[in-house]
């Protein structure tokens, strides 16, 4: 339908016949080799055409010149990364003193805060003339609940201060982990890079499963112009969709995350093992670990890949529930039209579901740890490693804390720093980071923000696997040795803790000892 481009009026309608080809077995059409003097009608195929040629023209031009921008500052993209993976190991360096000055500045910061603001809500009370007393109460009354909120803070610090020391010495002491097996930062990317090919077949398999017909051959009249047809007649080839592709596509999104889930759960125990390997190596400070990723590899590959499919397996399945249910969601909200009650139950489900995979994420994560430590199944392991964190409850909701705050702001802090140096880079050289001879700063920046968050992100996993497999073997070592007779595995700066928790515990029995006879001799 050719229309009026003021009024959107109908003008006239018509056919326009196009080029094909075969792709793949597929038909594509092809506007842009047509003839367009062929059809009769030439203004409109022209305008279709042009439109066509339009979009590809505009497309292909903003991608050329795209790649001429990246192609052009190639010198500082590279400065760029390097920059970002220097900074990345600088920080994990300096992690491994500073997470607790850190932890500590920032909770005197929180406190800072939460004094401040009471006070600007008491200032204010005081400065409300008395002719509004609701306002004035009010106002006084948000000053005593922030301040209530920071003595709640205070105590909260004080009785879990051991827990929170801990927890930073654990991210201290798995901070080591990669710089004694520096094979550990090449995992992150050979799983990338097998995750790569994997996709690549899904999405051919999905398409090709989406466009799979039969063909039929059917005798049709010939269009002309004004949408008339014409007495003689030709033979066309048409598709018909088969029945079969819904549940084929279903399949293969099952498949393509299974495959991602087992993918990344080998990578996981490959890391696993590599903080197994340095905390088992010796006691105390004494750790020489003499296996890395490829030994961890190889148990992996050859005794535990049951485990790790079957982990990977729940994960698929409740992941193939959750994005059935938001594909089909305006196919059951048309069914249902307007029932709130119906609402309520979907979105209780999507949450309820949401939660249950992050959980299940949890117990694999940690199975996998204690599957790489003693070589159980994975049933076993996962109860094993719940009775683990269940005993050790205020000491892993610390680590989980310390170690979420901590490697965030390393990714914000190292990507800024990429970034602003970039953008100075950039220009100083090109003096005018807006001018058209020079290089588009929007884009290089977006580019260089982008690839500095992965790298900082494959850093950040490596040492955030090699923190649960520390807090999981330091759980693991409290119960299997006593210090004594079995001496601990655990760091030094670790152990300090638990004697000074053991010289309080021996004082107080002796001193309940001391008690014992006075209160004989009394009686």
């Known amino acids: 339908v050719y229309k009026d481009a003021d009024s959107n009026s109908t003008i006239q309608s018509y056919y326009v016949p196009f080029n094909s080809s075969a792709v793949l077995h597929r038909c594509m059409p092809d506007f842009l080799t047509y003839d367009c003097a062929s059809t009769g009608s030439t203004s409109a195929c022209d305008a279709i055409k042009g439109k066509a040629t339009f979009v590809g023209s505009s497309l292909g031009g903003g991608i050329e010149r795209a790649y001429d921008e990246l192609v052009a500052s190639w010198w500082i993209l590279f400065i760029a990364f390097v920059f970002s993976v220097i900074l990345c190991l600088v920080w994990l360096f300096a992690l491994r003193r500073l997470v607790i000055p850190i932890v500590v500045v920032s909770l005197l910061l929180v406190l800072v805060t939460i004094v401040v603001i009471g006070y600007l809500f008491y ?19 948000a000053a005593i609940i922030t301040w209530v909120c920071g003595i709640v803070f205070v105590a909260l610090i004080i009785f879990f201060r051991k827990d929170v020391l801990v927890a930073c010495q654990i991210i201290e002491e798995a901070v080591k ?240 720093l990429v970034c602003i140096a970039s953008y100075y880079i950039q220009q100083a050289y090109y003096n005018n980071v807006a001018d058209a001879s020079g290089s588009n700063s929007i884009l290089i920046i977006v580019v260089i923000a982008v690839v500095t968050y992965m790298i900082t992100s494959i850093f950040v996993s490596v040492v955030d ?26 760091p030094t700066d670790l152990a300090k803790y638990l004697d000074e928790a053991k010289e309080k515990s021996k004082a107080a029995e002796k001193t309940q000892g001391a008690a014992e006879p006075m209160v004989e001799s009394s009686s």
């Open 123 to 141: 200032r204010q009370h005081t400065l409300i003339d008395e002719s509004e007393p609701d306002i004035r109460r009010a106002f006084l009354a």
């Open 177 to 416: 982990v990669p710089f004694a097996i520096p094979s550990t930062t090449v995992v992150p990317i050979v799983v990338s890079l097998l995750i790569i090919p994997v996709a690549i077949f899904c999405l051919f398999t999905a398409a090709a499963t989406y466009t799979a017909a039969k063909t039929v051959t059917a005798t049709v009249p010939v269009p002309v112009y004004h949408g008339s047809l014409s007495n003689s007649t030709i033979t066309s080839h048409q598709y018909a969709l088969d029945n079969w592709r819904t549940a084929a596509n279903i399949y293969t999104l099952f498949m393509f995350l299974w495959s991602l889930g087992f993918i990344h759960a080998i990578g996981f125990m490959i890391i696993a093992f590599c903080g197994v390997f340095w905390y088992w190596s010796g006691l105390g400070d004494d750790k020489k670990p003499e296996m890395g990723a490829a030994h961890g590899a190889k148990l992996a590959l050859r005794y535990h890949l049951g485990t790790l499919a079957c982990g990977s397996l729940i994960i698929a399945i409740i992941q193939l529930i959750r994005i059935l249910m938001t594909f089909y969601e305006k196919q059951i909200n048309r069914l249902a039209g307007n029932n709130a009650g119906f609402k309520v139950v979907r979105c209780c489900c999507q949450c309820m579901l949401a939660c249950f995979e992050r959980f299940i994420r949890f117990i694999n994560a940690n199975a996998y740890i204690v599957c790489a430590m003693t070589g159980e199944g994975f049933k076993d392991s996962a109860l094993h490693a719940l009775g683990l964190l269940g005993r050790n409850i205020f000491a892993v909701g610390a680590v989980s804390l310390v170690s979420a705050y901590v490697m965030t702001m390393g990714k914000i802090l190292i990507t800024s």
């Open 465 to 490: 696997v090699c923190i649960k497999v520390v807090l999981l073997s330091y759980c693991y070592d409290l119960e299997i040795n006593d210090g004594e007779s079995r001496p601990y595995f655990m």
